[in-house]
């Protein structure tokens, strides 16, 4: 099929799929300003990834810092009360509906951003003027629909997130509307020469995943029900357990369901930092797990960035995929364990308690919601 064919194939899917969101935004200064947060890392991270794409620059997101900057912009680096959520948070008076959310906001958009470059270029990078021109796509696509959000959540405007087609216009400016090829990756396919490289006429598949983030994100601004503290964010320390362990070496910070460590998504990325972290082990499954509470490797423990332990993801590849955060988005998605899609699949999780002062495991619990829920992965040798 020519590329034509596949722009248009990607636009008839993009009509189908439609633009995701609730159609009515709750309102609020503090709900809007971190959605404002939220546009700027993850505008930030693909600007890293973009760079890195780049053929003549350094290969590497974290080049000069990249990466470290923009974490440290949103979660204030060393110092958290200078994060962008926390002081929204700390205004007085304030009208924030959740509170101590950044490491969960840190941990939907990591995923939102690895799901984008995994899609578009997977590791390990291959440098080309076409990968680091769809990522720039991708970043513009997602801050148009962001902001059409964050004007829905601020109060005296219209709660309608496409109020006067602003998701609309965002959507066609993207995808061309009805001249698929002027959709931002259409052009850039149909340069002669390019240097585009495989996938092709994946347009709507990332516009699919930029309206499922949309959707994690503002699901995760809104949930009352939980609230998860700033020390979830997955920064690296050297704190590990307390004495050596027999089974388990150590543990990685907290996750949702859609792991995302070493800038890299599922199982591949535990396993990166658990060796990185802790040469010579891998992840722990839920086998292992109870090998090491039995071991006593359990009493006390704390992750790298010296929390205490109080729960692991449930870690077994012999169990029911959908309840192991399997991406199991239609057609695009990887079908792999631990990389969730999105909050509106059918796909869950199972974990399991630790009372950290007895290194007791508690039963084994299912139907958790990959996104919403976190825990921790353990490392065993």
Same mark, same amino acid.
């Given at each position: 099929?020519?590329?034509?064919g ?15 969101? $609730?159609?009515?935004?709750? &309102? ?8 404002k ?7 930030g ?8 794409e *780049? =053929?003549?620059?350094? $290969? ?28 929204? +948070?700390?205004? /007085? ?12 906001? +840190?941990?939907?958009?990591? /995923? ?37 959000? &964050? ?37 850039? +396919?149909?340069?002669? =020469? ?8 994946? *347009? ?37 357990? =307390? /004495? ?18 070493n ?24 086998? +292992? ?12 423990l &704390?992750?790298?960035?010296?929390m ?12 029911? =995929? ?15 364990n ?34 919403? *829920? ?8």
């Amino acid at each position: 099929m020519s590329k034509i064919g596949l722009v248009a194939m990607a636009a008839l899917t993009t009509l189908l799929l439609g633009v995701s969101g $609730p159609a009515f935004a709750q &309102q609020g200064k503090c709900l809007a300003g971190k959605t404002k947060c939220v546009g700027k890392k993850a505008g930030g991270l693909i600007k890293c990834h973009q760079l890195a794409e *780049s =053929p003549g620059k350094v $290969p590497d997101p974290n080049a000069g810092g990249c990466v470290d900057k923009v974490v440290a912009k949103f979660d204030g680096g060393a110092d958290p009360t200078k994060g962008c959520f926390e002081k929204l +948070e700390n205004k /007085s008076p304030n009208d924030c509906i959740t509170f101590d959310d950044t490491g969960t906001g +840190e941990a939907v958009v990591d /995923s939102c951003v690895a799901a984008f470059v995994q899609a578009i270029d997977p590791a390990p990078i291959t440098q080309s003027k076409c990968g680091a021109g769809k990522k720039k796509c991708v970043a513009k696509y997602l801050k148009a629909v962001l902001k059409c959000h &964050q004007l829905a959540q601020t109060p005296g405007k219209s709660t309608d997130p496409n109020f006067a087609g602003c998701l609309d216009k965002a959507a066609a400016k993207y995808t061309g509307g009805p001249d698929p090829t002027k959709g931002c990756f259409a052009k850039l +396919e149909a340069k002669v =020469p390019n240097d585009c490289g495989l996938p092709l006429g994946n *347009s709507a598949a990332l516009q699919a995943l930029v309206n499922d983030c949309v959707d994690d994100v503002i699901d995760f601004e809104t949930d009352t029900t939980t609230t998860t503290s700033t020390t979830l964010a997955t920064t690296t320390t050297t704190s590990t357990l =307390p /004495s050596g362990g027999v089974v388990l070496q150590g543990a990685l910070t907290a996750t949702p369901g859609r792991f995302n460590y070493n800038l890299t998504v599922g199982l591949p990325g535990a396993n990166a930092a658990c060796a990185s972290n802790f040469p010579g082990t891998h992840y722990c499954t839920y086998a +292992e797990l109870q090998n090491a509470e039995a071991a006593g490797d359990l009493v006390g423990l &704390q992750d790298m960035a010296a929390m205490t332990v109080t729960s692991f993801w449930a870690i077994d590849n012999s169990a029911d =995929p959908l309840q192991q955060c399997k991406d199991d988005t239609p057609m695009t998605g990887s079908l792999l364990n631990w990389e969730y899609p999105s909050a509106h699949t059918v796909t869950r999780g199972s974990k399991v308690t630790l009372t950290n002062g007895t290194g007791v495991l508690g039963p084994l619990q299912t139907g958790l919601q990959c996104n919403f *829920s976190t825990a921790w992965v353990g490392c065993c040798l």
